[in-house]
């Protein structure tokens, strides 16, 4: 059976067993991978009784040295999913209320959901007062308190919400976007756990775009979407995600950058597993998940052994654990009922998570309803998390016989309206007390970081140009943490200057020399190429991502000998490819000219990487001008056999179509000489690879080249019109290159529905496009919304421009023909599906 791809914090269900015996399940609702309709129910435990808080705090085994406490529970809050504290010290709690009542998945459609703000009102500790700061919500999933108010995520919107009466209920709900996930989609997929880090960006997991709040305004851009359930970030402003089945993840480098160079799709910088040992070790059975029928899901005590349900990862930055802690990750893993302990560390800007457990772990709980869902940082410096407290967490879609059978057997589908608040302190004789925040500067050197974190938000919210001077001072302090925060902030002002940067890009330490040049404007080049002297690898990367977006000659250069020197460093080499895109086989030939015997090893490697991006650019031309510089090579070379193993690479290594052939006007002559250089079984198997790829006119074997008609004068005013349309309006998803954007648009260069019959690419751009849909083989769960204000003659002229543009040789597309099918499907609300697209035409069965 193919591993099915589980949710995240709402996952495979950590279920006792009862009895040993074959009991009948209740029919899946996952009909495609439900597994074994008959299943055998092993290890005979009682049913579980639901615990009050109080008895559920007898079942937590927590790490030498701490103890749990709790915060808050139902009645006050029910099935808790996401928490944010605001500068006050409040507590924004998102109550997902309507999620699983029952197998069938009851209650999802009814507006029971809300968003509390929870106030520990005589400073216990622990919270006493709940208001309904957003209520009637459809499946809320996501909070952060920002700006006086929350962002709140109601899929398929993400609001922006505030009290300006002081109520604490809600009285503004703007709309920020609408497109934070889709009305009734899967819980476990969707976009969640907003954060505003230290880039004064706020991010999202499992979303691709980025906001900025600007003088009040919310300012959007693209970034790349990641993880599946929670996000945090590091003292450093590194994002830290996850998926269900592992553990942690970060991006090494900055996220925008790899945006710029769509066919970086294996780029190890981004999205970079951390853990090698995830190994889990939870203190009772946890037989009854998802897939527990299968041998290796458990071990033989009915134990899990590795992460099925991991979400909401936490990177420890407070201030009331012992020194040794901080840093570290905590993970939560509800399907265990367990929190795991990673410490972290780097090496040349490479972060690296080891796992803690020998036996046990950081936390666990014998009782099988504590799920923790998200962990965090609070105010006082102590560990929080949310425990959405219930039996049954796997979403119904998602079920399989096995489950259902455990589920019905041990009468866990109730209660379904619990959950806790949980903070994790230090065995101490005082309890820490929170810290409320302001804009103060002298924050920044606060030893808690979501202090220093809130007090950065807080002054970049505010744009008070009074706290500019001081922050400029910021910048001597003795704490490079403080340095950091001041340099940030002052970014977020827009009040730094080349001066300041400059001093800051000398700095001792490497994570502000590292931010320095990440804020640099292209008035600073002649300071960022006189940096290559540089031999830290993260400022390196840093380096070499700027440089190469300035698309300067001098910066060019400079990257040139950047990487002549440092090419095998992969973070190094990965953000200098984030510029390269469209000028492959330019810079490659640039690089080779700085070839020595000393530093073959260095360039090899990006020759090869620069021959991968031209295979999955798949135009002919670029491609054609690498093999003249691999042929102008020593034969045999490294280089030679470096540009030649690139080109062999697949065109996409996602996709299961066949790579597309290239067609050159005539055999170019490189190819006789790579032929005669490389003889050897390996090489010449890599040239094969190579050639098969190419065509032209009287090649043996080849079909008929591609009649290719010229576009008359009409309909190149068209390509010209439609030129324009799609810079305007297309070009932000789909990207000016046409490749797309992974989480965001899929590719159009190449793409079958590009290229294919005109009148269905029509009816894509009047009526939308709802997902999931294949494109060259790839599965894309997106959405193309209609884009019914353009007239009949902009239609035409942007989708001639998109089958003619990047060596496309489609037919153009006719005004007269867009205002039949206009006409044709006028009363048309819903968008297309693939399905339905492809049916078109078809005759109906006789059936």
């Not at 609001?159 to 709309?175: H, P």
């Not at 608040?421 to 007390?433: F, G, M, S, T």
Request: proline content about 7%.
């Amino acid at each position: 059976m193919p591993p099915q791809r589980f949710p995240s914090f709402i996952l495979r269900s950590s279920l006792f067993i009862l009895a040993s015996s074959f009991l009948p399940s209740a029919q899946a609702v996952h009909q495609k991978n439900a597994g074994p309709e008959k299943v055998e129910l092993k290890f005979k435990l009682p049913p579980p009784a639901p615990l009050s808080p109080e008895e559920a705090m007898k079942t937590f085994k927590v790490e030498k040295g701490f103890h749990i406490e709790l915060v808050a529970s139902e009645p006050m809050i029910e099935s808790p999913v996401a928490m944010s504290f605001d500068e006050q010290g409040r507590l924004y709690v998102v109550e997902m209320r309507g999620y699983m009542h029952d197998l069938e998945g009851d209650g999802e459609k009814e507006a029971t959901g809300r968003v509390s703000l929870l106030e520990d009102t005589d400073g216990d500790g622990r919270m006493d007062k709940a208001t309904a700061f957003l209520d009637n919500l459809v499946m809320p999933r996501a909070v952060l308190a920002v700006n006086g108010g929350a962002l709140i995520a109601v899929p398929p919107n993400l609001y922006f919400c505030k009290d300006t009466d002081g109520d604490g209920k809600a009285d503004v709900k703007d709309v920020v976007a609408t497109d934070f996930g889709t009305l009734g989609g899967q819980p476990e997929h969707m976009a969640n756990t907003p954060v505003w880090a230290m880039d004064n960006a706020i991010w999202s997991a499992g979303y691709s775009t980025r906001f900025k709040l600007r003088g009040g305004v919310w300012q959007k851009d693209t970034g790349l979407g990641r993880g599946q359930w929670g996000l945090c970030q590091d003292d450093f402003g590194r994002l830290y995600f996850n998926y269900n089945s592992d553990m942690l993840r970060a991006d090494l480098l900055p996220t925008e950058a790899f945006t710029r160079n769509p066919l970086l799709r294996n780029a190890t910088s981004i999205n970079a597993k951390l853990a090698a040992d995830q190994t889990l070790y939870p203190s009772h059975p946890t037989p009854g998940v998802n897939r527990g029928y299968e041998a290796k899901s458990l071990r033989a005590d009915g134990t899990l052994p590795k992460p099925t349900g991991t979400c909401g990862a936490l990177i420890y930055r407070g201030d009331a654990f012992p020194a040794a802690y901080r840093g570290n990750a905590f993970v939560p893993e509800p399907c265990a009922n367990l929190v795991k302990r990673f410490t972290m560390s780097e090496k040349e800007g490479i972060v690296k998570a080891t796992n803690t457990a020998k036996t046990t772990e950081f936390l666990t709980s014998t009782d099988e309803r504590f799920r923790p869902v998200q962990a965090a940082n609070g105010p006082d410096g102590a560990l929080y998390l949310v425990d959405m407290y219930r039996g049954v967490i796997q979403h119904q879609s998602f079920l399989t016989h096995y489950l259902i059978a455990n589920i019905l057997d041990r009468k866990l589908e109730t209660p379904f309206n619990r959950g806790r608040i949980w903070r994790i302190v230090p065995d101490a004789k005082e309890r820490p007390q929170p810290v409320k925040v302001s804009k103060d500067v002298q924050l920044l050197t606060h030893a808690n970081g979501w202090v220093r974190d809130t007090a950065q938000r807080l002054i970049v919210e505010s744009g008070d140009a009074a706290t500019v001077p001081t922050l400029k001072e910021m910048l001597t302090n003795a704490s490079a943490l403080a340095r950091l925060h001041a340099l940030w902030t002052l970014d977020g002002l827009s009040a730094v200057t080349p001066d300041l940067l400059r001093t800051a890009l000398a700095d001792k330490d490497v994570q502000v020399r590292a931010a320095a040049v990440r804020i640099s404007a292209r008035d600073l080049a002649p300071d960022l190429i006189a940096l290559t002297a540089e031999k830290d690898a993260l400022v390196l990367a840093n380096l070499a991502i700027k440089l190469t977006s300035f698309n300067l000659p001098d910066a060019d250069a400079a990257v040139a000998r950047l990487l002549a020197s440092n090419g095998k460093n992969t973070l190094v080499r990965e953000g200098a490819l984030t510029g390269m895109r469209g000028r492959e086989a330019a810079f490659a030939k640039l690089l080779v000219g700085q070839l020595t015997k000393e530093n073959g090893a260095q360039i090899m490697p990006v020759v090869e990487a620069l021959g991968s991006l031209l295979a999955q650019a798949n135009k002919a031309g670029p491609f054609e001008e690498m093999l003249e510089l691999a042929a102008a090579q020593p034969q045999g070379g490294a280089i030679q056999i470096a540009a030649i193993k690139g080109l062999a690479s697949s065109s996409d290594p996602k996709s299961k179509a066949p790579a597309k052939l290239l067609w050159l006007e005539a055999e170019p002559a490189a190819l006789k000489t790579l032929k005669a250089a490389m003889t050897d079984k390996t090489s010449a198997k890599l040239f094969a690879s190579v050639e098969a790829r190419l065509a032209w006119p009287g090649k043996p074997g080849a079909p008929p080249p591609p009649k290719i008609v010229p576009l008359n004068e009409a309909q190149t005013a068209l390509f010209e019109k439609g030129k324009t349309v799609y810079a305007t309006l297309c070009a932000a998803c789909h990207q000016p290159h046409g490749f797309g954007l992974d989480g965001l648009a899929p590719p159009l260069v190449d793409s079958e529905w590009v290229l294919g019959k005109p009148e269905i690419l029509t009816r894509i751009v009047l009526h939308g496009l709802a997902g999931p849909v294949k494109v060259g083989g790839r599965s894309f769960n997106l959405a193309m919304p209609p884009l019914p204000q353009l007239t009949d003659e902009d239609i035409a002229g942007v989708l001639t421009y998109i089958r003619r543009e990047w060596e496309h040789t489609a037919s153009p597309v006719e005004i007269k023909s867009v205002t039949t099918l206009r006409a044709q499907n006028k009363g048309r609300m819903a968008m297309w599906t693939e399905e339905e697209l492809k049916n078109l035409g078809k005759k109906p069965s006789s059936k």
